[in-house]
């Protein structure tokens, strides 16, 4: 006799949640998040939260990150390379200076080497944060400067400066590259830009 077994199928992770296209932070939002985190003296989170808005990297190339990644010997890169998860594909990002500093500051105070991860568990001595845990410390930055949670997620800090970058320059051919995406497509649907740019001409007229 075979013994049958019953598949139960497995509840959708976003059931009952507001999913959809995350909002970026506009740059009076960003110095918020920074201030709080500077006068708190979470210098994990800072490092984290400047690494994240200047790398423009999917959640888990971030917390994957390792201090050889973007450093060279005891000096922190101006510029990196890493080769996405997804898509195999590299993509190089600038470290500006502030960020460079917050993260050297990380180094030092966790005697961190060329091989440890920059963002390391606490339950896991070996090994990163988790993506679901990066995730929650997301919505902390968010929540803690008053917005919604449901609005923000970890896509935010991708978008961010490529969406501050096509305002400014309308330059859509960088933030592809800035990205790491394959087709310009990809990046107009990512940033919304046909939306917004629709918007923005609707305002702009008083039927």
């Not at 890493?82 to 993260?103: A, H, Y």
Request: with cysteine; proline share 3%.
């Amino acid at each position: 006799m075979y013994a049958l077994t019953i598949y139960t199928p497995k509840e959708p992770w976003n059931k009952n949640k507001l999913v959809g296209q995350k909002l970026p932070l506009k740059l009076q939002q960003i110095w918020s998040i920074r201030i709080r985190l500077e006068m708190s003296n979470k210098t994990r989170d800072l490092a984290l939260f400047n690494l994240a808005i200047d790398s423009k990297l999917r959640g888990c190339d971030l917390v994957a990150l390792r201090v050889r990644d973007i450093c060279h010997g005891n000096t922190i890169q101006s510029r990196a390379i890493v080769i996405q998860k997804k898509t195999q594909l590299p993509v190089q990002f600038e470290i500006t200076e502030n960020t460079r500093k917050s993260v050297s500051e990380l180094i030092t105070k966790q005697s961190l080497g060329q091989n440890d991860y920059l963002f390391g568990s606490r339950a896991k001595p070996s090994d990163h944060i988790s993506t679901r845990q990066y995730g929650r410390i997301v919505d902390n930055w968010i929540v803690s400067i008053g917005l919604d949670k449901t609005q923000y997620g970890t896509h935010t800090l991708r978008r961010t400066k490529p969406s501050l970058i096509y305002k400014k320059t309308k330059n859509l051919r960088a933030c592809q590259l800035l990205l790491g995406h394959r087709k310009l497509e990809s990046t107009v649907r990512y940033l919304g830009i046909e939306v917004d740019d629709a918007l923005e001409v609707s305002e702009s007229i008083d039927a």
